[in-house]
């Protein structure tokens, strides 16, 4: 629609529009055309002209320049290019796992990340030695309608939709992955649906249900990267969602382990997670998929509750009064100093990079290139001074398996997602996915073997004396 004002505004006025006081009928057109297009996807402001080069009908993002059509996608091409090669996420040689939920976010990732491969073949084509080689991209859908309750025939149909924005790119797609989220409980679909629900009704938070949904979800595509070969999973998280995530965070008191997930690049997982959208707006991205009629599938999105739904709200209100307010709460989130495993180690893993840019990284220094944080079991948020101590001191007085369990998870999932009861949590733990609680399993072997050791040193000692 709005490409469609566009095309009529070079037609009608040269290409530059006439000026405020245009009385022509098709100039009028155009701009409530226009206009229309930008209230659908988020009351954007409309310029009249593009400020960049000088167009037709503009759309102007966030309060800032007025661009059209061509020069507005330029922009977001530019800013996502910009943030994957500055921070060194993607090596010639890497497979990267693109999260697709069928949003504009993790949509316009797709675009964008086939259209560099694209363009990184053609170099490649055409390069006399062809030494590098072209990384690879396959794409993950997490498939939670286990707990939806919409019919199952517009599941299968909007999944089936999910596989066919896939299928519609021309080359480069390495794999589709669709991946139920009970899958990472169990392979038998039936005990992994069972082992889901009777978890998720234990938490009587609605906020901890959630959150622990989410920690699900990032197993799960944790699962299908190394199950498949995959170096990176590029996530779409854009400035919108990090600022609800860094209010959220800021009311569940999760403030000492904010910076890990506000970061371009996240290597505390074992596969690294990288989030190139990080400096666009949610409106920018809905817009240039009405722009480039690009397909989404956002049927089977659940709805956020308690605290995330609050936020959510909020910032929705912020972004009606003045979008760059989004903006303002993620660069203020930026200041907080980063964890070491927020960006990858210099041993030779920039030698791909140009020279320009490798010293930035290669500046690392030894200390904090060591990764030592101590990771919830759940979340994997680190812990801070007051949660080691609390862990130390259990380890020390640990008797059951299940206080290693509970002081190996942070304090928001303490709260907020294990029940209440020794007994509940006892069960609760052995709903988990193996994933998580065979780390734990490892700690609590060594934890009584060592503990055995030093009961039997005491018993020789005392024998000596005697």
């Given at each position: 629609?709005?490409?469609?004002?566009a095309?009529?505004?070079?037609?009608?006025?040269?290409?530059?529009?006439?000026?405020?006081?245009?009385?022509?009928?098709?100039?009028?057109?155009?701009?409530?055309?226009?206009?229309a297009?930008?209230?659908?996807?988020?009351?954007?402001?409309?310029?009249?002209?593009?400020?960049?080069?000088?167009?037709?009908?503009?759309?102007?993002?966030a309060?800032?320049?007025?661009?059209?059509?061509?020069?507005?996608?330029?922009?977001?091409?530019?800013?996502?290019?910009?943030?994957?090669?500055?921070?060194?996420?993607?090596?010639?040689?890497?497979?990267?796992?693109?999260?697709?939920?069928?949003?504009?976010?993790?949509?316009?990732?797709?675009?964008?990340?086939?259209?560099?491969?694209?363009?990184?073949?053609?170099?490649?084509?055409?390069?006399?030695?062809?030494?590098?080689?072209?990384?690879?991209?396959?794409?993950?859908?997490?498939?939670?309608?286990?707990?939806?309750s919409?019919?199952?025939?517009?599941?299968?149909?909007?999944?089936?939709?999910?596989?066919?924005?896939?299928?519609?790119?021309?080359?480069?797609?390495?794999?589709?992955?669709?991946?139920?989220?009970?899958?990472?409980?169990?392979?038998?679909?039936?005990?992994?649906?069972?082992?889901?629900?009777?978890?998720?009704?234990?938490?009587?938070?609605?906020?901890?249900?959630?959150?622990?949904l989410?920690?699900?979800?990032?197993?799960?595509?944790?699962?299908?990267?190394?199950?498949?070969?995959?170096?990176?999973?590029?996530?779409?998280?854009?400035?919108?969602?990090?600022?609800?995530?860094v209010?959220?965070?800021?009311?569940?008191?999760?403030?000492?382990?904010?910076?890990?997930?506000?970061?371009?690049?996240?290597?505390?997982?074992?596969?690294?997670?990288?989030?190139?959208?990080?400096?666009?707006?949610?409106?920018?991205?809905?817009?240039?998929?009405?722009?480039?009629?690009?397909?989404t599938?956002?049927?089977?999105?659940?709805?956020?509750?308690?605290?995330?739904?609050?936020?959510?709200?909020?910032?929705?209100?912020?972004?009606?009064?003045?979008?760059?307010?989004?903006?303002?709460?993620?660069?203020?989130?930026?200041?907080?100093?980063?964890f070491?495993?927020?960006?990858?180690?210099?041993?030779?893993?920039?030698?791909?990079?140009?020279?320009?840019?490798?010293?930035?990284?290669?500046?690392?220094?030894?200390?904090?290139?060591?990764?030592?944080?101590?990771?919830?079991?759940?979340?994997?948020?680190?812990?801070?001074?007051?949660?080691?101590?609390?862990?130390?001191?259990?380890?020390?007085?640990?008797?059951?398996?299940?206080?290693?369990?509970?002081?190996?998870?942070?304090q928001?999932?303490?709260?907020?997602?294990?029940?209440?009861?020794?007994?509940?949590?006892?069960h609760f733990?052995?709903?988990?996915?193996?994933?998580?609680?065979?780390?734990?399993?490892?700690?609590?072997?060594?934890?009584?073997?060592?503990?055995?050791?030093?009961?039997?040193?005491?018993?020789?000692?005392?024998?000596?004396?005697?």
């Amino acid at each position: 629609m709005a490409a469609a004002a566009a095309a009529a505004a070079s037609s009608s006025c040269g290409g530059a529009g006439c000026g405020p006081h245009c009385s022509s009928s098709s100039a009028a057109a155009v701009e409530d055309a226009a206009a229309a297009a930008a209230e659908k996807v988020g009351r954007l402001s409309l310029s009249r002209e593009c400020g960049k080069c000088g167009g037709g009908a503009a759309v102007a993002v966030a309060g800032g320049l007025g661009l059209c059509g061509e020069c507005f996608r330029a922009n977001l091409l530019g800013k996502f290019k910009l943030a994957v090669t500055s921070n060194a996420m993607v090596r010639p040689t890497d497979s990267v796992l693109l999260a697709f939920s069928g949003g504009p976010a993790s949509r316009v990732a797709l675009q964008f990340i086939h259209e560099m491969r694209c363009k990184a073949i053609e170099s490649w084509d055409v390069s006399n030695s062809q030494a590098l080689p072209v990384f690879g991209v396959g794409v993950a859908f997490v498939d939670e309608s286990v707990l939806c309750s919409k019919p199952r025939d517009e599941i299968e149909m909007a999944i089936e939709d999910i596989r066919s924005i896939v299928s519609s790119l021309s080359t480069g797609v390495k794999a589709m992955h669709i991946a139920r989220l009970e899958d990472v409980f169990s392979t038998e679909s039936e005990d992994g649906e069972r082992r889901l629900r009777e978890a998720v009704d234990m938490i009587g938070d609605d906020t901890g249900r959630e959150d622990f949904l989410r920690c699900l979800r990032m197993l799960s595509l944790q699962k299908i990267a190394m199950e498949n070969g995959y170096a990176k999973i590029m996530l779409g998280s854009c400035a919108s969602a990090i600022a609800c995530h860094v209010l959220s965070a800021t009311v569940k008191g999760q403030g000492y382990s904010l910076p890990a997930d506000v970061q371009y690049v996240d290597t505390r997982w074992e596969v690294p997670v990288v989030l190139p959208l990080r400096d666009c707006l949610a409106q920018e991205l809905t817009l240039l998929c009405e722009l480039d009629s690009l397909k989404t599938q956002q049927h089977l999105d659940r709805p956020s509750n308690g605290i995330n739904s609050l936020v959510a709200s909020f910032i929705k209100r912020l972004r009606e009064e003045n979008p760059s307010r989004e903006h303002t709460i993620v660069r203020t989130a930026q200041k907080l100093k980063p964890f070491c495993f927020n960006k990858f180690s210099a041993d030779g893993y920039h030698d791909f990079l140009p020279s320009r840019l490798r010293p930035k990284f290669q500046k690392v220094d030894s200390d904090e290139s060591t990764f030592s944080e101590i990771l919830c079991l759940m979340c994997g948020s680190p812990f801070s001074e007051s949660e080691l101590q609390n862990l130390e001191s259990t380890k020390h007085k640990a008797q059951k398996k299940i206080d290693l369990y509970t002081a190996h998870c942070c304090q928001s999932c303490y709260f907020q997602i294990l029940p209440a009861g020794e007994n509940l949590n006892e069960h609760f733990f052995s709903l988990l996915p193996k994933l998580w609680t065979g780390k734990m399993d490892t700690i609590s072997d060594s934890h009584s073997l060592l503990r055995d050791q030093i009961e039997e040193y005491l018993l020789e000692e005392n024998d000596d004396e005697n």
